[in-house]
């Protein structure tokens, strides 16, 4: 059986014996749409739980649309023309709106990559900036949502009559799904708030990928409820990274409704789970950071002790997060999460807590299974440090996985292994 694996805008491909091969997961086909801003302006003008985006917007109001940035596949080019011809048929002036890029913690983005996402006209037209998470002095201070996790969010957000969240729907290790709220809350959050944030996600001990309210959701949700968010437009696309479906309205209900469009998706079938898997993280496949989320699907398909190949570019080296690959490689790295909880404003500079929080979801899988990672753009030396194996392709990973599990071993492939949800079919 010959695997085709995305990679870097390409295709890699791997042998796998007839023998061992029990299934490709990969996100379903499902009927695209025209991808042009004519797709979206329907959801904007039925949305799910208020009032259409037009009703909402007064005349004269100051209007903060807020975009996920270059790490996500959102097709914000054809959402944000579509909010803005509402927004303007509202009586809202081009000088009273400003588009926002919801960074949470990630590298700023370029006037490329904003051009990129959005177009050069919607650029040249409006004001368009990154988000804030490192100068306090531009953030607004609005409580705790427990002792010692202040709440600190981009203060033209705060300031703003209306908000507008505009993102895409996939499955997520920290909050069950993307999309929705999350724009808000981590979005445009302080480096410390994203931090306590996903702290806490870290240290529920469970993989979240997939799961409509977890906890870590709902108390994200109940901060959004608290700052405002007034409108949500949220896509779902097709394996192709095409459009599919788009949602609109109210930052839970429209959420929700999305998911089950997303599930169509990205939720795949299997029957039991295999010795062996080997995934892409495609097309979440720009770093170390971004590339363990193909971890997160592939762990749900392997028994105790399996084998899990994690081919991924990772063009950028380790990410914005130096201390991750030696965050994943410690063993007592959710009893320093722990230890870390409500003390960030405390800890030393070299210490990195969202890193951390991150990296003991990885480690939790790293002691269940056995990791091998395929990349050119991290070193042997960082793999190792990660307490992972390194593998110059992924041919030779997967010989080597065969060999070790035996001739009687079964094999799963994952294409989009940041997108996939794998879900077991009940005996």
């Given at each position: 059986?010959i695997?085709?694996?995305?990679?870097?805008?390409?295709?890699?491909?791997?042998a796998v014996?007839d023998?061992?091969?029990?299934?490709l997961?990969?996100?379903?086909?499902?009927?695209?749409?025209r991808?042009?801003?004519?797709?979206?302006r329907?959801a904007?003008?039925a949305?799910v739980g208020?009032e259409p985006l037009?009703?909402l917007a007064p005349a004269?109001?100051?209007?903060?649309i807020i975009?996920?940035?270059i790490s996500?596949?959102?097709p914000t080019?054809l959402?944000?023309?579509?909010?803005?011809e509402?927004l303007h048929?509202a009586?809202v002036?081009?000088?009273?709106?400003l588009?926002?890029?919801?960074?949470?913690?990630?590298?700023?983005?370029?006037k490329?990559?904003?051009?990129?996402?959005l177009?050069?006209?919607?650029c040249?037209r409006?004001?368009?900036d990154?988000?804030e998470?490192t100068d306090k002095?531009?953030m607004?201070?609005?409580?705790?949502a427990?002792?010692?996790?202040?709440?600190w969010?981009?203060?033209r957000v705060?300031?703003a009559?209306?908000?507008?969240?505009?993102?895409?729907i996939?499955p997520h290790?920290?909050?069950?799904?993307?999309?929705?709220?999350?724009?808000i809350?981590?979005g445009i959050a302080?480096a410390?708030?994203?931090?306590n944030?996903?702290?806490k996600?870290?240290l529920?001990?469970?993989n979240l990928?997939g799961?409509?309210?977890?906890?870590?959701?709902i108390?994200?949700e109940r901060?959004?409820?608290?700052?405002?968010?007034?409108?949500i437009?949220n896509t779902?696309l097709?394996?192709?990274m095409r459009l599919?479906?788009?949602v609109?309205g109210?930052?839970v209900?429209?959420?929700?409704?999305?998911i089950?469009?997303?599930?169509?998706v990205?939720a795949?079938?299997?029957?039991?789970?295999?010795?062996?898997?080997?995934?892409?993280a495609?097309?979440?496949?720009?770093?170390?950071?971004?590339?363990?989320k193909?971890?997160l699907?592939a762990?749900k398909?392997?028994?105790?002790g399996?084998?899990l190949?994690?081919v991924?570019?990772?063009?950028?080296?380790?990410?914005?997060h130096?201390?991750?690959?030696?965050y994943?490689g410690?063993d007592?790295a959710?009893?320093?999460l722990a230890g870390m909880i409500?003390?960030?404003?405390?800890?030393?500079?070299?210490e990195?807590p969202?890193?951390?929080?991150?990296?003991?979801i990885l480690?939790?899988?790293?002691?269940?299974?056995?990791?091998?990672?395929v990349?050119p753009g991290?070193?042997?030396?960082?793999v190792r440090e990660?307490?992972?194996?390194?593998?110059?392709t992924?041919q030779?990973?997967?010989d080597?996985?065969l060999?070790?599990?035996?001739?009687g071993?079964?094999v799963i492939a994952i294409t989009?292994?940041?997108?996939?949800l794998?879900?077991?079919?009940e005996?």
């Open positions: 059986m695997v085709e694996l995305p990679y870097s805008g390409e295709t890699i491909t791997v014996p023998a061992n091969f029990d299934r997961l990969q996100p379903n086909e499902v009927p695209e749409e991808a042009t801003e004519a797709a979206v329907p904007l003008r949305p208020s037009s009703r004269g109001a100051k209007v903060c975009v996920d940035d996500r596949p959102t080019h959402v944000v023309p579509a909010v803005l509402e048929a009586g002036e081009p000088d009273d709106i588009i926002l890029f919801g960074l949470g913690s990630h590298r700023a983005m370029t490329q990559e904003m051009e990129f996402k177009g050069a006209d919607i040249a409006f004001r368009v990154n988000s998470f002095s531009r607004q201070y609005l409580g705790e427990e002792p010692g996790a202040e709440i969010l981009d203060r705060v300031e009559d209306l908000r507008v969240a505009v993102g895409n996939v290790g920290a909050v069950g799904w993307s999309g929705g709220g999350k724009m809350y981590p302080s410390d708030t994203v931090a944030y996903h702290m996600s870290g529920i001990p469970e990928l799961q409509h309210e977890p906890s870590s959701r108390e994200m901060w959004v409820e608290y700052v405002g968010l007034e409108f437009v779902i097709t394996r192709e599919y479906k788009v609109a109210h930052y209900h429209a959420h929700r409704a999305g089950i469009h997303a599930e169509r990205y795949v079938p299997f029957d039991r789970r295999a010795d062996i898997a080997i995934v892409s495609y097309p979440a496949e720009a770093d170390f950071w971004q590339a363990g193909g971890i699907s762990e398909v392997l028994v105790d399996g084998t190949i994690l991924a570019p990772c063009p950028e080296g380790h990410g914005p130096p201390r991750f690959a030696e994943v410690a007592d959710e009893d320093q409500g003390r960030v404003g405390e800890l030393d500079e070299r990195d969202l890193a951390l929080a991150v990296a003991v480690v939790r899988i790293r002691k269940r299974v056995r990791v091998v990672v990349s991290l070193s042997d030396e960082v990660a307490r992972f194996t390194p593998a110059s992924a030779e990973a997967l080597g996985a060999s070790h599990h035996g001739p071993s079964r989009h292994g940041s997108e996939v794998p879900k077991m079919n005996q």
